[in-house]
């Protein structure tokens, strides 16, 4: 018997649609920038002689706007086309990146400029992100799940590698301004390709006030125990990460390891963790998916704890490396439970939610992050994020439905389908 040819790659791919095609690609080209925004800012607070506390002023400001407007967002995203939402939102995210970058180019950028252009970047990722969230969730067929957004993640953690590698080099080399002004280039392209994207047929909203699409979204996602716990963990999770990230880590860069190149290395291999562990997620496909997820989670404090115990900098290169693996496990797991538990017409409302409750403590937290570490000391205030974060993800695997959560077999196709499952803890 012959043996039939192997598979083109027209055919190994043939489950990605070109509306997953197109949201991957642009996800990856505005990600590039995103990654290396982020060091920009800070150092570009930093070298206008601005403080740590200032460093998270300006963090809050643009994560304020967001925990304010996601609701919002989902809803819009939920009763308009979602990639007429998302062209808006990258085109005013790209034009204030722009501003900004002229600004910091210019010399002499004021706390006041930084902070109100932080916080319309903030209100852009508001309108975006629930309809991306909703988009990329409808593109993928329940079968192909795991692989689809494995592959997704792994294409959008890949621009975490190359953004932040460039990024910090860029800003150790150029400054700061020349970041944040790719940035803007980066949201104007994924712009124009979003623009591409074809309208997605879903079941009509109930036609309500956007009050009422409030209030039914509110109560599809507050009806899932599971849902809302881990929820509730990730808004002192991210608050922590993000004042490590985003303060102590640049913080830390600038006194003891070298400055801007060396942080943007270890948020390099923070990338290379993601990208390594996707290809691993492409294939496993855990029963249990959120008990799994969490394991993942421990590994979110690694990088606090190294920096707390001022660990040179291949060991906190590894720390964030860890921390990149435990990120896709817990992501790409989270993504498979939230598509096949959500009802289609939820997605962009529950994602929403989702996010604004991850989201909500981080403004307060990155505020406080500089006060915090004037009366903990720093190594005092990353000692306390790596504790929360180990605490946090021991205290989670206590809710019966989060360790039960089971992966169901679809009901069409067979080449993603999983083995034969235990039915999940009922919702209470």
């Known amino acids: 018997m012959p043996t039939p040819p192997p598979p083109t790659a027209a055919r190994r791919f043939a489950w990605a649609s070109r509306n997953f095609r197109i949201q991957t690609a642009a996800t990856v080209i505005s990600g590039l920038g995103n990654a290396g925004a982020p060091i920009a800012t800070a150092f570009a607070v930093l070298g206008n002689g601005g403080t740590t506390a200032e460093v998270g002023y300006v963090t809050a400001a643009r994560l304020l706007p967001t925990v304010l407007l996601l609701v919002v967002g989902g809803t819009l995203a939920d009763r308009l086309p979602r990639h007429h939402i998302m062209v808006a939102a990258n085109l005013f995210s790209g034009v204030s990146q722009a501003v900004l970058a002229a600004l910091v180019l210019a010399g002499n950028v004021q706390l006041w400029q930084l902070l109100v252009l932080s916080a319309a970047g903030g209100a852009g990722y508001a309108l975006y992100s629930p309809a991306a969230g909703g988009m990329i969730m409808q593109a993928v067929p329940q079968e192909h799940a795991a692989r689809a957004f494995s592959v997704f993640r792994m294409g959008q953690n890949a621009s975490q590698i190359g953004g932040a590698a460039l990024g910090g080099a860029l800003t150790a080399a150029f400054g700061p301004g020349w970041v944040l002004a790719l940035d803007a280039l980066c949201f104007l392209i994924a712009a124009a390709l979003r623009f591409l994207l074809e309208a997605e047929s879903a079941p009509a909203p109930s036609g309500g006030s956007m009050l009422r699409d409030l209030r039914e979204g509110w109560q599809e996602f507050a009806s899932r125990r599971w849902l809302w716990v881990i929820v509730l963990q990730f808004a002192v999770?991210?608050?922590?990460?993000?004042?490590?990230?985003?303060?102590?880590?640049?913080?830390?860069?600038?006194?003891?390891?070298?400055?801007?190149?060396?942080?943007?290395?270890?948020?390099?291999?923070?990338?290379?963790?993601?990208?390594?562990?996707?290809?691993?997620?492409?294939?496993?496909?855990?029963?249990?998916?959120?008990?799994?997820?969490?394991?993942?989670?421990?590994?979110?404090?690694?990088?606090?704890?190294?920096?707390?115990?001022?660990?040179?900098?291949?060991?906190?290169?590894?720390?964030?490396?860890?921390?990149?693996?435990?990120?896709?496990?817990?992501?790409?797991?989270?993504?498979?439970?939230?598509?096949?538990?959500?009802?289609?017409?939820?997605?962009?409302r529950v994602t929403a939610y989702d996010e604004l409750g991850s989201y909500s403590l981080s403004p307060v937290g990155t505020a406080l992050a500089g006060p915090a570490a004037t009366v903990l000391g720093l190594s005092g205030a990353?000692?306390?994020?790596?504790?929360?974060?180990?605490?946090?993800?021991?205290?989670?695997?206590?809710?019966?439905?989060?360790?039960?959560?089971?992966?169901?077999?679809?009901?069409?196709?067979?080449?993603?389908?999983?083995v034969p499952v235990d039915e999940p803890a009922p919702a209470s």
């Open 237 to 348: 999770l991210v608050a922590c990460i993000n004042a490590v990230e985003a303060v102590y880590g640049p913080t830390v860069a600038k006194d003891r390891l070298g400055g801007a190149g060396a942080w943007g290395l270890a948020m390099s291999a923070y990338g290379v963790g993601l990208v390594v562990t996707g290809l691993l997620m492409a294939r496993w496909r855990p029963r249990r998916i959120l008990l799994v997820g969490n394991w993942g989670v421990f590994l979110f404090g690694v990088p606090a704890l190294a920096l707390a115990v001022a660990a040179p900098l291949p060991v906190l290169v590894a720390a964030m490396f860890l921390s990149g693996v435990g990120v896709t496990v817990f992501g790409v797991n989270w993504m498979v439970a939230l598509q096949q538990e959500v009802p289609e017409e939820m997605f962009s």
């Open 382 to 418: 990353l000692w306390a994020c790596a504790v929360l974060c180990l605490l946090l993800s021991a205290a989670v695997l206590l809710d019966p439905q989060v360790r039960r959560l089971t992966r169901r077999s679809p009901d069409r196709g067979t080449s993603d389908a999983p």
